[in-house]
């Protein structure tokens, strides 16, 4: 048994490169609505919610809202391009297109292919996440330098919700269940997790669940980064999404090989 | 066979999914250089053993061995020299032929200059010269079959496992593919096909493997099987109630096979039985060489589709 587990893990540090050029190549066929599409609707939150709240709400943590916020819709479109991606395009390229199928009969293994799928759903995050993050430059409410920050954190952030609905992918018969993904898991986790106000507001119980989300750590490290103040607790953050990236990786992977290599 | 002639080995291979059987017992070998073909109906286990030789479905029993490398466990090193025509194309239909062929490529850890330098030879190969730069999308089926064909030779295989390389092909596109494959077969290449198509298989094939409800029921050479459980003329006849018929053919018949409302009927002496029914209203009656669909009938009284 571990011997046919082992036969299906990534090959090597490189192989899954490969993966991730057929996307790019893909992508690059329609890159301009593919980057507008991913822009359209954190855009409308953060302005909907940023001058129409951001009236009413003041300063939050010793900054405009909109600041506030725009940190917060960075990290939430990390979440939402990489889920994005792996949920819809990633589960078409796995089942209807059979593209994962031709790829099952090359030099790549199972692991190189998910591996491949988790990067370029993670490089689409940083596409989409920076994109906010210079309109919040442009716009006066961070600068350059803190969004190269942010940067790291975002790739992160697009690798734990890759893997995250990698699972979901491996598990789901067909579209239809995505949407239970969506909206029991990552449309709570916006609330909760101190995007469009401070996890402080939460009822204390609250606040400790909240410390378990991937989200609440993402928000925490972007956060600071874009308004230039200290991140407390680091490594912990780091460590928790890491978590977040490694366990699912590996049960997408033997989850899926179940499915597609019977 | 020494193991270094031995392209594919199977051993008492066996499968089920959910308590069907799917592949039972089954053991073959192939050799380099050969053509050899798994012919059988749908559902016969076909594609699952095709798909056994590339470790996309473990076997619950049995050894498989692809260029001597165990498969599943060394899958992907024996997929490294394997070239593969999957039963329903799946190329990138949003790319161009190049674009198929250097994404494929890629996942056989070749640089761009090593695929830039067997893609003409690839295109030319597959008579797709002028459609480089098409986008898949645009192609008929007889050529997306073709991009698929030059897909499975970017690493330069020495075996090429096509799973019904043919089917849902016009006879002109079938034709070209089947020349198409008599060439690498010539170049010295292994080719395991699957197919239900009773002339692509005499065809084509050095040895073939007949297969019902997974179970091998004959193998060897199509022209010694074809002799060895027909050996004469076939007479087929519809038109007439066949029990009567059956009745009165009988004198001159070796055998006789009821297909629906057709009569096969092995027959040394053809001439005679031609006399015998003239003049019958309403019955037609043609004779023919026998072929493989007739072994499959004989084997398993029934047709094979």
Not at chain 2, 40 to 57: C, H, V
Request: a positive charge; one cysteine or more; hydrophobic letters at 50%.
């Amino acid at each position: 048994m571990g011997e046919s587990y082992a036969a299906v893990m990534p090959t090597n540090a490189y192989n899954w490169i490969a993966v991730w050029r057929r996307n790019f190549l893909a992508w690059k066929k329609v890159a301009m609505a593919s980057i507008l599409g991913n822009l359209a609707d954190p855009l409308t939150n953060l302005f909907g919610l940023g001058f129409g709240l951001g009236l009413i709400v003041g300063r939050v943590e010793g900054t405009s809202y909109i600041a506030f916020l725009a940190a917060g819709m960075v990290a939430t479109s990390a979440m939402t391009s990489a889920t994005f991606e792996t949920m819809y395009a990633a589960f078409a390229r796995m089942d209807a297109k059979r593209t994962w199928e031709a790829i099952l009969s090359t030099g790549l293994t199972l692991g190189d292919i998910v591996l491949g799928e988790l990067v370029w759903a993670a490089t689409k995050s940083v596409l989409a996440g920076t994109a906010i993050g210079i309109v919040a430059v442009a716009l006066g409410y961070a600068s350059w330098l803190s969004i190269l920050y942010a940067m790291p954190t975002i790739a992160l952030t697009g690798l734990v919700f890759a893997s995250m609905a990698m699972v979901v992918i491996s598990l789901a018969p067909s579209y239809d269940y995505f949407v239970f993904y969506q909206t029991l898991v990552l449309s709570p986790m916006v609330f909760l997790c101190g995007v469009v106000f401070p996890t402080s507001q939460l009822p204390g119980s609250f606040q400790h669940f909240v410390g378990l989300l991937p989200l609440a750590h993402s928000v925490d490290l972007i956060r600071p980064a874009m308004l230039e103040r200290g991140v407390d607790s680091v490594a912990l953050h780091v460590a928790a999404l890491c978590v977040y990236t490694v366990v699912p990786f590996f049960a997408s992977i033997a989850v899926f090989r179940r499915r597609l290599l019977r | 066979m020494s193991m270094s002639t031995v392209a594919i080995d199977l051993a008492g291979v066996r499968k089920s999914f959910g308590g069907r059987v799917i592949v039972d017992e089954l053991s073959f070998s192939v050799a380099r250089g050969e053509c050899f073909g798994l012919l059988g109906p749908n559902g016969a286990g076909k594609s699952t053993i095709a798909r056994m030789l590339l470790g996309m479905i473990s076997p619950d029993a049995g050894k498989i061995m692809v260029l001597n490398e165990p498969v599943p466990a060394r899958a992907r090193v024996a997929r490294m020299r394997v070239g593969v025509v999957p039963q329903f194309d799946n190329l990138e239909l949003e790319f161009t032929v190049r674009e198929n062929l250097l994404v494929f490529g890629r996942y056989f850890g070749m640089s761009a200059r090593k695929i830039e330098a067997v893609v003409p030879s690839l295109l030319e190969f597959a008579r797709l010269e002028t459609k480089a730069d098409a986008r898949v999308s645009e192609l008929s089926g007889g050529m997306k079959r073709r991009v698929t064909l030059a897909r499975a030779l970017i690493n330069d295989p020495h075996l090429l496992v096509m799973d019904e390389p043919t089917t849902g092909l016009d006879p002109h596109a079938r034709h070209l593919i089947w020349e198409r494959l008599r060439v690498l077969l010539a170049r010295g290449k292994t080719i395991l096909l699957t197919t239900h198509f009773m002339e692509e298989a005499e065809r084509l094939c050095d040895r073939l493997c007949v297969l019902e409800g997974g179970r091998k029921i004959a193998e060897g050479k199509p022209d010694v099987l074809i002799d060895e459980h027909i050996g004469c003329n076939v007479v087929e006849i519809y038109g007439g109630d066949p029990r009567q018929l059956r009745e009165l053919i009988r004198p001159h018949a070796r055998h006789i096979e009821v297909s629906g409302e057709t009569l096969f009927c092995y027959a040394p002496y053809p001439e005679q039985l031609r006399v015998l029914l003239r003049g019958r209203a309403g019955l037609r009656v043609l004779q023919r060489p026998p072929n493989l669909e007739d072994v499959f009938l004989r084997l398993t009284g029934r047709e094979m589709e």
